[in-house]
């Protein structure tokens, strides 16, 4: 597996999510679809979206539903490909979407890994190939983001670091859909800085990459923390996504 197949895999893949072409996320023009479920798109995703918006760089593919494309085109043609992803524009995106009773929810950047850079780093502590067998008893709360209690049958591979027997930090993956495997990472505060997610999540990247699947990486912008154990690890920026969900559930996670 070279770049060029993680990026054709990876593009193939946001297409059955946004029900397009691949070629669509790298043309000039922005492309306005209407959001359907597909048997391929990434399992998590609540399809059909009522407003998504993607971007490799090129252009935005936005995926609706029909009361929304009119409105969703006049925004991605009025700001710069870049700006609809950032304040002030979202701002103004938010007022289009509430007579819809819409609000801006989810918003990340994905990496995909370079495979000239991708390799295994060193961590002064054991590490262990975990299976699907050896997650039942670690669903706690400081491995939520290795692991997804909600989806339990999709965590399928990962990688501990242990201290005297003790895990200590754990990388683990989601076979969110079936040629991608999505890494997660976490490492208890006391045994942070020592280089110990960088060390799990470029050991787990290999490991798929192995087992011939494509990992691919998701953080917010403002975690900082996050997007430099990505591209320590040997991960660039792929793609960007925005999501808008109905303004109950998005009051139901701000009351949390």
């Keep these: 597996m070279n770049n060029e197949d993680i990026w054709r895999i990876a593009a193939q893949q946001s297409a059955y999510d946004c029900n397009c072409s691949p070629e669509d996320f790298f043309k000039s023009t922005n492309k306005v679809v209407l959001s359907c479920r597909h048997p391929k798109a990434r399992k998590y995703l609540p399809l059909p979206f009522q407003c ?13 539903i029909e009361p929304l494309v009119d409105v969703v085109t006049e925004y991605i043609e009025k700001y710069s490909v870049e700006h609809c ?42 590490l262990r190939i975990l299976e699907q067998k050896d997650f039942n008893h670690l669903y706690l709360p400081q491995w939520s983001n290795a692991l997804c209690s909600e989806r339990k049958e999709l965590d399928v591979l990962g990688v501990g670091a242990y201290d005297n027997g ?32 960088s060390a799990l999540t470029s050991r787990l990247a290999l490991e798929i990459i192995a087992r011939g699947k494509v990992p691919f990486y998701c953080a ?37």
Aim: charged residues 20%.
């Design 52 to 64: 998504d918006l993607v971007s490799y760089g090129s252009n935005i593919v936005a995926q609706v």
């Design 85 to 126: 992803f950032e304040t002030p524009n979202i701002n103004a995106l938010n007022d289009m979407l509430a007579p819809h009773n819409l609000k801006v929810c989810f918003m990340a950047e994905y990496f995909l890994p370079d495979i000239t850079r991708l390799k295994p780093l060193a961590c002064d502590y054991e």
């Design 220 to 256: 917010a912008w403002s975690n900082i923390k996050s997007v430099r154990n990505a591209v320590k690890c040997g991960f660039r920026p792929a793609w960007v996504e925005l999501t808008a969900r109905d303004c109950d559930f998005v009051d139901k996670l701000n009351s949390k």
């Design 166 to 197: 003790e895990l200590i930090g754990l990388a683990g993956c989601s076979a969110d859909c079936e040629d991608m495997y999505q890494i997660g990472i976490d490492v208890l505060p006391q045994y942070r800085q020592q280089g110990i997610a």
